[in-house]
């Protein structure tokens, strides 16, 4: 059974990087066949697609973000991270990370998510 | 990007009614559409990719229709687990887009 976890700090004071890792079990990321994404959802808005990343490491970030956005791959821990440099608190919200098989622009495992909150 | 328009924004339903939750897209996307449970502090879960395909698991009374811009999640006889908020989400292209939810209550 695939299973995903995100881990990281749940306060981010404002100008700061938020930095998130999601730990994937069950499923290999150096496998292929998958892209391995960041998703997010703010208080009250709808969920929003960050980006995501593929085992060779190539990336795809959802343009709004794409200056601040990075996601990397650590394929010895199966593990893959996002940062989100210089956060407002508009950033505060609950960051999923989650698999969508390759070519196909679906979401089928997402971990259960991780509030960070923006705040000095 | 691609805007995503769900209605209603609301319902409330019984026990074995049939529901209907309606997506509409702001430009063709052919059969690229995905529906999604999400119940209270939880994570997202996949019900239906590629406008009508069941995702493994997930019970048959739930089935999705539609292509181009305009499309519909059915559930045939609505059970107290089906209680949430769904969510219409586009694969046509990046940056990949959500609808706003509809909230569904039981009754």
């Known amino acids: 059974q695939v299973q995903l976890q995100e881990s990281g700090p749940g306060l981010v004071k404002p100008s700061q990087t938020l930095s998130l890792t999601c730990t994937v079990s069950?499923?290999?990321?150096?496998?292929?066949?998958?892209?391995w994404t960041w998703i997010r959802q703010q208080p009250g808005k709808a969920l929003e697609w960050i980006g995501y990343?593929?085992?060779?490491?190539?990336?795809y970030y959802n343009p709004s973000l794409r200056s601040r956005v990075t996601i990397s791959v650590d394929m010895s821990k199966n593990q893959f991270s996002l940062n989100l440099s210089s956060v407002t608190a508009a950033d505060t919200a609950v960051y999923y990370c989650?698999?969508?098989?390759?070519?196909?622009?679906?979401?089928?495992?997402w971990g259960q998510g991780t509030l960070v909150t923006v705040s000095s | 990007d691609i805007q995503m328009t769900q209605s209603p924004s609301s319902l409330s339903a019984s026990v074995g009614d049939r529901v209907t939750i309606t997506c509409r897209t702001s430009?063709?996307?052919?059969?690229?559409l995905n529906w999604y449970q999400q119940t209270p502090g939880k994570a997202p879960k996949l019900l239906i990719y590629?406008?009508?395909s069941l995702q493994s698991g997930v019970p048959s009374r739930f089935s999705g229709s539609g292509s181009g811009t305009e499309f519909t999640l059915t559930i045939s006889s609505l059970q107290p687990e089906d209680f949430g908020t769904y969510y219409c989400?586009?694969?046509?292209?990046?940056?990949?887009?959500f609808g706003q939810g509809t909230k569904l209550d039981i009754k």
């Open positions: 590629a406008a009508s």
């Open positions: 990343i593929y085992y060779s490491g190539d990336t």
């Open positions: 989400q586009q694969s046509y292209n990046t940056p990949y887009t």
């Open positions: 069950g499923a290999s990321i150096s496998s292929g066949g998958y892209y």
């Open positions: 430009q063709s996307i052919s059969i690229y």
């Open positions: 989650s698999r969508s098989p390759r070519g196909q622009g679906y979401f089928d495992y």
